[in-house]
DNA sequence: AATGAATGAGCATTCATTCAT
DNA sequence: TATGAATGAATGCTCATTCAT
């Protein structure tokens, strides 16, 4: 469950200025890589909305495929992070899915722009980058895998075990599918779409209505 | 519900001509995308590999994006047509949406690469074309939709009018998962995987197993 | 004694226009380089001087490395050339190997600035470069051996056979001395050193002055 | 014929404190700019290998072409250095001229990185940087002519006198021809090699063998 | 004196598109 | 219609040098 995280090159000493600036780099890269795509997205116009002069950028990351990586990174922390507190909560396995699958949808909704981004763009990162990513992913189906595990231990969910992780990658889907398909569910309420794919989702777990 | 087919731009008269170098074009570039993507595939390497001149390649399309844009739009005509043939099959709604939903996922897994391509790519598509592409999309939606209904009126479905559009959205969402999150579901035979997610559909549509 | 033409890449097809342009490359990046040093200058000017644009420069060439090579070449082409008349002239060893060894330093004299180039710049070749561009040099070695060789064979000149070749080196490093310590030599009338220079060879080789 | 040392500019006062810094960077450089060249070594890495920060490189040194003329500098110095002590032997002037070739092409051998990067480098002086290292030069072509008006005097040498300072001058060209061509004459022993260039030398000079 | 982060002009190279033939 | 050479703006990245601390 632990990732290594991977180390990028920088040029500077300092731990806490590298973080800070490669915070000021993430915040505006994100922006321009959603507006503009990564490829039609020049360095330059990174290190400006940066703050930073051109060469300075290069010294905090080694290539723009860096940039992206720690775009992603920084996306999929987001999401775990918002995702965290909710899975503290008390209750049975059903009852922590329902508010986890919830969440979820919550925060794709609110970072519809950054999960299509990772979709859209993932294919441009080196594959060293691209398996980190992909790992991180993984680790919110780790997730929902383990709220299922528990219903079933404690009753609260009647799925066969083989069921297990390819119903995680739905749950992942189902949510991530309000990012992708946006421009289609304009037309629909937010709770309600939010209400009809945990709905979707929990039936399929099983779990009565 | 019907768009008029966008007309691209060319210098040449003949329609059955420009018909069939565009063809070329296309097959060509289908691959060459899905191999390297839309940025780092050269007008140069789509002219070679489609056995044209740099200069000939411009007889027929006026930009890149054009040829982007035949591209999506010889890959959605290539879903509905493979999706086409089941539709016409006997049976009530809900067993014609039982078909559909398995064709569906059947032409996904067959055009994984395909359907990634387009959504990886179509953000560099000018918006007219997006439009249209999107468009398109919503066709094959909107067959699923008439399905639902279809099975509503004839009881073999029970849903609530108002969920149909979602349902048909999840629909098309489940199976295209299966081309977005192939890295992630290679673990899965194929069989197990397409009656996971037809029966999810199928539950969430109210139809008794 | 014939070298394996190294093929340099181009995307142009007319070989005779290839011949061409690259002609005009190297005569312009000769100029360059002796001015300047080939890291000093840039592709732009070099393209500028050669008449072309930017972009052209680079349907010729692959890389500013093949210009340093094209022009390494071209420049021991011109020396063999202007050698090679000498060569056919009538006569004992001994004094063949007089006419060969006056005809190269004036090649030397004539050619200064080429030949330093060559010493200063080669270091940027590639190896693959490198290697053929040391070869060719070797070519007028081997000019000198055989002369020498001639010279043993018909008496005209004295000198054990294991000595043939570190004095043909000696030959070689005597002209082009001429082109290295200019700075030194311009004090010396041209005829009086060309003299000594040719003399110091023909003593060592145990020729009767 | 003694030149002022030029003064390269520091911001520091101790004068022994920058006798030591420099003999740091120079120790470091001539490194870097054997196996890289002086374009392709940059002053990070100078600054690096020197055990110095960047800022602190600058205090010492005022450009990057600076410490290329203290590295040419330090290696001429060598050379003389190495080649003194066989001076003060005793002997007739052909003996003694005997002895210090035989030295010189010897610390030939031992220097030969070193001799050519200031070939192949000193291109990339200032001007007035470059005459110095010419003199520094001329110096030891120096050596070799008072040697041979030595030897003229006391008769152990026949040589016209306008030939002396011309012979002087390929006396140190045989010599830099083995740092020069090394890679054409690995195949000679070194002994061999080094009494042939001697004895060339003092053939030319009219010394009976 | 020393540090090391910042600057920004500069460079090799690419590539969509045009156009003379 | 077709060819393929030419264009030139644009891009990712480097690096000598400066300067606040």
């Given at each position: 469950m632990t990732t290594l995280a991977l180390q ?65 990174r920084?996306?999929h922390q987001?999401?775990r992070?918002?995702?965290a ?46 398996r980190e990513v992909l790992a991180e992913e993984q680790m919110v189906v780790g997730i929902?895998?383990k ?63």
């Amino acid at each position: 469950m632990t990732t290594l995280a991977l180390q990028i090159g920088t040029q500077v000493k300092d731990p806490e200025r590298v973080r800070l600036r490669r915070e000021q780099i993430v915040h505006a890269a994100v922006e321009l890589f959603i507006q503009k795509g990564f490829h039609r997205t020049t360095t330059r116009e990174i290190a400006k909305a940066s703050g930073l002069s051109n060469g300075a950028l290069y010294e905090y990351v080694e290539t723009k495929e860096d940039i992206l990586f720690l775009v992603c990174r920084h996306i999929h922390q987001e999401v775990r992070n918002r995702l965290a507190d909710c899975l503290r909560l008390p209750g049975c396995g059903a009852e922590k899915l329902r508010q986890a699958l919830y969440s979820f949808c919550e925060v794709m909704v609110a970072m519809q722009d950054e999960i299509l981004l990772i979709y859209q763009e993932s294919k441009a990162l080196p594959k060293v980058y691209l398996r980190e990513v992909l790992a991180e992913e993984q680790m919110v189906v780790g997730i929902f895998e383990k709220l299922l595990y528990e219903g079933i231990e404690d009753g609260s969910i009647q799925l066969p075990a083989d069921r297990v992780s390819i119903l995680a990658q739905d749950a992942v889907a189902m949510g991530e599918m309000i990012a992708f398909r946006r421009w289609a569910l304009r037309a629909f309420e937010g709770p309600t779409l939010l209400a009809t794919q945990v709905d979707l989702i929990l039936r399929a777990a099983g779990v009565s209505p």
